[in-house]
């Protein structure tokens, strides 16, 4: 099969590889001369359409032509412009049938049981500043523990570069020297608990930003909230906190904000402050002396059973392409409503790649006040954008078009799949905390590292990330885990991609089974038996969102 539908009612055909000008293409007995040549992922019309006439594509509005389009003519920014419809309040009582989740009666996974109910797939500890002026002291920590306890990654281009040094050093040509290929059993092996001096700690993660001061006021309480929600996650055992004393983000305000997530918080939590603790010197021994004395507490905890109830995924894409919507994607929605069905919590993010659904997602919500809620929040972020000259129109990156996604609608129409079918119960402003079990709304932009951070700061232990051309983000305390779209980027990047959707674009596998085979994937991951290739890479972004336009 050349071509595919997604929609009973859509007027455009995916070219599923690419198609020549001129070629015949039948499709559910109807004909298609092309006009001119399509690329693989792109799509063509179905009909004539005249200026003004609406694309549609997932059943809903994705565009409208700028010009007369013939019938088999390939859809490009050319001929097409980003339009969706409007939307307005709850229509209609929503009702969902879960799907079969018997397979996994009983199932369980092995996490981290925390005092306040929740359960980490991971057991890290953090060190964090509240405030850019302390990332030179976060980063001394880093070389001093990483190296010492076993956590550093190998060193695998040091090698390299030696070589060209030594090349260079004694007069020998460097242009006609063999490359060397980068052993990636070395770097797979690295992490490993037997190396390391505490085999239970599953990482001590060190993160750095660039806010906690010179912002607006509202950032600071932004940072320390997301900072929060981080210490609150099941995945975290304990932090180590640096401030410098003076800056907007103040230690009270990061208490404050715990306390609202969590009043019985009672993990370790050391705070330093650097304007009381006389020279680095002796900060920084105080803090090496007594964080150690945290890990050794940190490497006390053991996996124990848990119910698959306990799961928060978080769903993100990035490097989309044509082929996202119709595998991928709808492969993360089946695995989030076969969680949703076991009682566990899904977190859906980025609001401008939900532009054209809005409908359909306020028509989900159990009430009229998360429906309110999500308008409110998808209108004043178009608003902020527009302000400024921007747009949800103008998410699609360069990538994106290159691949398919030639409008916003398209890119956030296939993009929304990943939140599957269920209804929606708690829709989040930035950056609040995921207390529902099923499905929920997460305001954060559509920037991957942005948006993963949100997600991590609300709660999903575990984060599903489609892609169609590649990317290598990954968080510092929630695997992320790289669903690809197609089968050509997964042998192309094998150590970048964990789970590959290829299969369903060439018909070898439906998105059922494939959403299964996914959350069986995530409940090994969960349980600590498999790592993911960005864990492996020590890919650990971290960018908190700041209340500028970001799209």
Same mark, same amino acid.
């Given at each position: ?21 001129? !070629?015949?293409?039948?499709? !559910? ?30 059943? &809903? ?41 018997? =397979? ?26 509240? @405030? ?6 976060v980063q001394i920590l ?15 281009? =040091? ?8 090349q260079y050093t004694s ?28 085999? #239970? ?11 906690? *001061? ?57 705070? #330093? ?13 105080? @803090?090496? =002396? ?26 993100? *894409? ?15 929605g089946q695995a989030a ?12 993010? !980025? #609001? ?156 070898? !596998?439906?998105?059922? =089974? ?15 038996? &498999? ?21």
């Amino acid at each position: 099969m050349k071509v595919l539908s997604v929609h009973p009612s859509d007027n455009v055909l995916v070219a599923l590889s690419p198609i020549d000008a001129g !070629e015949q293409i039948s499709y !559910e007995g109807n004909q298609y001369q092309m006009v001119v040549p399509v690329p693989g992922k792109h799509k063509f019309v179905t009909q004539d359409l005249q200026p003004g006439d609406p694309l549609i594509m997932y059943g &809903v509005m994705v565009g409208k032509a700028k010009r007369p389009i013939a019938k088999g003519e390939w859809i490009s920014v050319e001929n097409v412009a980003h339009a969706t419809s409007q939307y307005g309040t709850k229509r209609g009582k929503f009702t969902w049938e879960p799907p079969d989740v018997s =397979r996994w009666e009983g199932r369980e996974f092995m996490g981290y049981k925390r005092s306040d109910g929740q359960v980490g797939t991971l057991n890290n500890w953090l060190i964090i500043p509240l @405030v850019f002026c302390e990332n030179r002291n976060v980063q001394i920590l880093r070389e001093a523990f990483e190296k010492e306890l076993g956590y550093a990654q190998p060193d695998l281009y =040091r090698q390299s570069v030696r070589e060209l040094v030594d090349q260079y050093t004694s007069g020998k040509s460097i242009a006609h020297m063999p490359h060397q290929a980068v052993v990636d059993q070395e770097r797979s092996s690295s992490g490993d608990a037997s190396s390391r001096v505490f085999p #239970f700690l599953d990482g001590i993660k060190f993160l750095t930003h660039e806010g906690g *001061c010179g912002g607006t006021r509202e950032d600071a309480q932004s940072l320390c909230s997301l900072l929060a929600g981080y210490l609150h996650h099941p995945n975290v055992a304990g932090a180590t906190v640096l401030s410098l004393g003076c800056q907007n983000a103040q230690i009270n305000m990061l208490q404050e904000e715990i306390e609202k997530k969590n009043p019985d918080f009672d993990k370790p939590l050391l705070i #330093f402050e650097q304007q009381r603790g006389g020279s680095e010197t002796t900060l920084m021994k105080q @803090v090496i =002396r007594e964080t150690f004395l945290g890990l050794m507490q940190a490497n006390e905890r053991r996996r124990t059973p848990a119910p698959l109830s306990a799961l928060t995924l978080g769903m993100e *894409c990035g490097g989309s392409d044509g082929f996202s919507g119709i595998s991928a994607n709808p492969t993360l929605g089946q695995a989030a409503d076969y969680l949703v069905a076991l009682g566990g919590k899904v977190i859906l993010s !980025e #609001f401008p790649e939900l532009c054209g659904v809005e409908q359909e997602l306020i028509n989900r919500c159990i009430s009229d006040h998360e429906a309110e809620r999500f308008a409110q929040l998808m209108r004043t972020y178009q608003h902020q954008a527009e302000a400024v000259g921007s747009g949800f129109d103008m998410n699609p990156s360069p990538g994106n078009i290159k691949d398919g996604l030639i409008t916003d609608g398209i890119k956030s129409a296939g993009a929304a799949k990943k939140g599957g079918t269920s209804p929606v119960r708690q829709v989040l402003g930035y950056p609040e905390y995921a207390t529902e079990a099923g499905l929920s709304l997460l305001c954060t932009p559509g920037n991957d590292v942005e948006s993963t951070t949100g997600l991590a700061g609300a709660g999903a232990n575990i984060i599903l990330f489609t892609t169609g051309l590649g990317t290598p983000t990954g968080n510092p305390i929630a695997p992320v885990v790289k669903v690809s779209s197609n089968s050509q980027l997964a042998q192309r990047m094998p150590d970048i991609i964990d789970f590959n959707t290829g299969p369903i674009i060439t018909g070898e !596998e439906s998105i059922e =089974r494939m959403g299964e085979k996914l959350l069986d994937y995530v409940i090994d991951l969960a349980s600590g038996t &498999v790592r993911t290739h960005a864990q492996r890479l020590g890919q650990d972004d971290f960018i908190p969102w700041k209340r500028g336009v970001s799209l």
